[in-house]
């Protein structure tokens, strides 16, 4: 139903006062949209099957007449079961609902499936991409579609229903992850993360807060929390929406700034006296190993071929780290980070700020190599059949564009070195040497693409418009 006041009182064309007739055009095509949605979910009540329950003969126990006792637990009466199965990535394909007097009504497979299309249609809206995902789109387009066929009629629209289940499952959450190999000397706000320390002071003030606002507070679980996390050094992110939906923005904007941090600490990469820092959910390598060896000679000793990187010491940030790192750009990247993604070249440019960091923490530098150079070739070269020849697209239409003329002899060194390192390790299973000093710089060199890539996002929003950039420049 329109309100009458969105349409405009004249022609737009000879209005004297402000207004957006393209705008009130977009509220029309939105109030449609939602129509034929409330209209696809109503049809969904008449394909819902309802399953009669099965007489089942009583069969004779098989269990011993002389074995009595009580059940330990009294369960209570179980109703409005909700059931569904799943594929091998988690997704439903099904979903039913248990009825009171026995049975269950549901939506098989086919009918689900388009539960799942509506619920994309759904989740491209604005209000509800915002603060939730389209698995609770699907539950509550079901919940809403059985309570309909049961009470045998509708006591609000569909699309009303899912915004008055959004506002209310919505909330801000604070989320804390931990890591693993990491001290700092100060606490760091990294784009929508902080790093922090977590002492006995921050463990006092939460138990007082929770004492004193939450009517759930357990003490023998905060005690094992507040052990668990003591001396913990984490990452903390805010998220707001549905629970799962806040975790994963808040997962996702934590492994950004961990992984932009780890892009940055050069020496700590090329350190192997080093371990890079993880975060305990995202880990990427295997905290401890050992291996042995052995051979069919007398003078084999098991205690000499023992080795491990039990001796590995973690990665240590300080204020004078920090501020080495602020000369290479970070605070930059780390500003930039601070705005919200809005097109699709910030979403990538996130994406190469995480991918930066695994390459950053892997250990086999033949491996990071590969991973390296994978990442320099997914900005300048198109998704496409047939084979690129990268480092050429480099050479002529790349270098030139990412550092001044003086620097291109350097920079094309640097990548001809490592592409024959990687060609020869990928296609012989060679393991050429390394130039120390030009693997430094080559992990320097994708900091440069990153803040140019930022720059150019000012004006460029896809990823498309940077490959014309660098190929037209």
């Not at 668990?228 to 805010?238: E, H, R, T």
């Not at 240590?316 to 990247?333: A, D, M, P, Q, V």
Request: glycine share 4%; hydrophobic share 35%.
């Amino acid at each position: 139903m329109f309100v009458t006041s969105e349409f405009p009182s004249e022609n737009p064309r000879r209005q004297t006062r402000n207004y957006s007739y393209t705008n009130t055009l977009g509220l029309i095509h939105k109030k449609k949209q939602y129509r034929k949605l409330n209209n696809k979910i109503f049809e969904l009540v008449s394909v819902i099957e309802e399953i009669k329950p099965e007489k089942v003969k009583q069969k004779k126990s098989d269990e011993p007449s002389n074995l009595k006792g009580s059940s330990v637990i009294n369960l209570g009466k179980v109703s409005n079961i909700k059931r569904y199965n799943t594929d091998e990535l988690g997704n439903k394909l099904n979903y039913s609902q248990d009825l009171k007097g026995g049975g269950h009504i549901r939506f098989n497979n086919e009918n689900y499936r388009k539960v799942i299309e509506i619920a994309e249609s759904i989740i491209e809206t604005k209000e509800f991409n915002e603060f939730t995902d389209v698995a609770f789109i699907e539950e509550h387009i079901c919940n809403w579609a059985f309570k309909t066929y049961i009470e045998k009629r509708a006591n609000e629209e569909p699309i009303n229903y899912l915004r008055r289940i959004l506002d209310d499952k919505k909330q801000e959450y604070i989320f804390y992850f931990s890591t693993t190999g990491l001290h700092i000397e100060e606490n760091l706000v990294i784009g929508n993360s902080e790093l922090i320390h977590i002492d006995e002071d921050f463990l006092n003030r939460k138990k007082a807060e929770y004492k004193k606002d939450n009517n759930n507070y357990d003490r023998a679980t905060l005690e094992g929390l507040t052990k668990a996390l003591n001396n913990q050094i984490v990452f903390k992110s805010i998220g707001i929406g549905t629970n799962e939906f806040a975790r994963k923005k808040a997962v996702q904007n934590v492994k950004i700034s961990a992984n932009l941090l780890k892009m940055f600490l050069l020496v700590e990469i090329n350190d192997p006296n080093t371990r890079l820092f993880d975060l305990e959910f995202d880990t990427y390598l295997i905290p401890m190993h050992t291996s042995f060896s052995e051979t069919n000679t007398d003078k084999f000793d098991l205690s000499h071929n023992l080795s491990a990187n039990y001796g590995a010491k973690p990665t240590e940030f300080t204020k004078k780290r920090l501020k080495e790192i602020e000369k290479l750009g970070f605070n930059f990247i780390k500003n930039y980070l601070d705005k919200k993604a809005s097109s699709e070249l910030d979403y990538f440019i996130r994406d190469l700020i995480i991918q930066a960091g695994r390459y950053s923490s892997q250990l086999n530098p033949y491996e990071k190599n590969v991973m390296m150079i994978s990442w320099f070739e997914s900005i300048f070269i198109q998704e496409q059949k047939g084979k690129s020849r990268g480092l050429t697209k480099l050479k002529l239409f790349v270098i030139p564009n990412l550092v001044p003329s003086n620097e291109t002899e350097l920079l094309e060194k640097i990548f001809i070195s490592h592409y024959r390192i990687r060609d020869r390790y990928l296609h012989n299973g060679l393991e050429l040497r390394f130039d120390n000093n030009l693997f430094y710089k080559f992990h320097y060199v994708a900091i440069i693409m990153l803040k140019k890539l930022i720059t150019l996002s000012e004006n460029i929003n896809t990823k498309s418009g940077i490959i014309d950039y660098f190929e037209k420049n």
